[in-house]
Structure formats: structure tokens, C-alpha cells
């Protein structure tokens, strides 16, 4: 699929719903399900047209562990396995890091959308806020490309291996990990 072309089409859509506005009564779960990959399946089957997702995905909400399709009328639980969205895409200018989501959404590294990261045995899997407390997995790709951005700075009173976006400093791992 031309990536182009879908971030056109997703971008068409216009600004997301005020979803935290909405406070309707809660109606029940659906077989509804986020894959780690960020797949939406719908009663098993997977949800195949980006409209579709990016529908859904502009109605979600999170509340403590749980998730959400929120509308006026009515509040439906759905599973989400790690987080409902995958980053895609980064770029970087003036010294600000930027990526876009597999739903359309774009955002900076910055306070207000901070990245975190995990790491253990398997691995490192870095993190960044969307909205309203929803966040995106950066994809494998693109941690790869963050760790060939990081540096070693002071960070409350050690050394640490992070990454700076929007003149702010992510730490990752204490240098001495390394």
C-alpha cells in the first residue's frame, strides 16, 4: 500500500472527536482486540480499511488499565494488548523528534508527549504519549533508528544513555549499563 496515499486519506478525516467530553454510560465489552502489532480486529477477524481504524482509534479512551469506544450515548470495553498504536514514522528538525502513528497521529517528543522506555531480558521497547493517555510503540525500525540518536548526559545526578527531543532529555539506561 502507498504510505503517501494513506496518510492523505487519514489526514482527510479532520480533527479527532471530543472524546473526553463524553460521559455516557458504560454498555458492556465487545470482541474488540489491539494486537501488540496494532492490528484492530473485530470478532476475531482483522479490521482491514484504515478509515475504519482510524474511526475507531479517534473514539478510544483510556481509564486506569482499560480501554474504551467511547460516543455520546454509549461506552463499550475493548482489549488492548500492549498499547493501541504502533509509530511508524520519525523525523527530526530543530532538534525536536516527531513521529506519525499507524492511525494518522502525529506527535513531537516534547512534555507534554514524552517518550519512556521499557528494557529487560527481551529487549528495549521505547514508548511516546499521544493523547490522552494513549500511547504508541515505536516499531522496531524506528528504535533502532532512536538508539543511533541517543547520548550520554547528567541526569538527576548520574549518567545516562537518553534521548533529547525538543531540548529535553528521555533517559533510557544508566551509562554504566551499557
Known amino acids: ?4 496515499r494513506l496518510y492523505a486519506e487519514i489526514d482527510a478525516q479532520g480533527p479527532l472527536p471530543p472524546v473526553s467530553q463524553w460521559h455516557p454510560p458504560f454498555c458492556g465489552d465487545i470482541d474488540m482486540r489491539i494486537r501488540p502489532d496494532g492490528t484492530w480486529f473485530y470478532n476475531g477477524s482483522p479490521i482491514e480499511r484504515a478509515a475504519m481504524v482510524r474511526l475507531f482509534a479517534g473514539i478510544l479512551r483510556r481509564v ?6 467511547v460516543t455520546p450515548v454509549e461506552k463499550v470495553g475493548i482489549t488492548v494488548d500492549n498499547v493501541p498504536f504502533i509509530a511508524v514514522e520519525m523525523t527530526e528538525e530543530n532538534g525536536a523528534l516527531t513521529f506519525r502513528t ?5 506527535v513531537t517528543a516534547d512534555a507534554a508527549h514524552p517518550l519512556r522506555f521499557e528494557t529487560g531480558a527481551d529487549g528495549f521497547r521505547p514508548y511516546i504519549l499521544v493523547r490522552n493517555g494513549l500511547e504508541a510503540r515505536l516499531s ?9 540518536l541517543g547520548e550520554v548526559a547528567t541526569h538527576d545526578g548520574e549518567l545516562w544513555f537518553g534521548i533529547v527531543s525538543a531540548g529535553l532529555f528521555f533517559p533510557v539506561i544508566p551509562a554504566a549499563q551499557l
Open 102 to 106: 499507524n492511525v494518522g497521529d502525529t
Open 140 to 148: 522496531r525500525p524506528l528504535a533502532q533508528d532512536l538508539v543511533t
Open 64 to 69: 486506569g488499565d482499560s480501554y474504551f469506544l
Open 1 to 4: 500500500m502507498d504510505l503517501a
